[in-house]
């Protein structure tokens, strides 16, 4: 998670006020009076399904939830590979 300024949030979805209102309705976005809490990489695919692919909103939480479940189940497996390739770490 990211610290901004919501004015610096506001340059990198260039401008777009209303998808970070959007943002903050559905808690992707932590906001406390002009700082916000940000996880950059949701926030721009989020702004790209929104915007570029016109996916609707229950669509893109979904797709959020679904790309966390993926990049914890990588890195889970990249472990478990770690701890095959590692004799000293087998149980």
Do not use: N
């Not at 009076?33 to 721009?44: A, C, E, F, K």
């Not at 570029?52 to 790309?67: F, Q, T, Y």
């Amino acid at each position: 998670m990211s610290r901004f300024t919501y004015q610096h949030l506001l340059e990198l979805v260039e401008g777009d006020d209303e998808l970070i209102l959007r943002l903050v309705e559905e808690g992707l976005v932590e906001r406390r009076d002009d700082i916000v809490t940000v996880d950059v990489d949701r926030v721009l695919l989020a702004r790209t399904l929104w915007r570029d692919l016109d996916v609707e909103w229950a669509g893109i939480e979904i797709i959020l939830k679904l790309a966390t479940e993926l990049a914890a189940a990588r890195k889970r497996i990249a472990e478990l590979e770690a701890a095959l390739a590692d004799p000293t770490r087998r149980s």
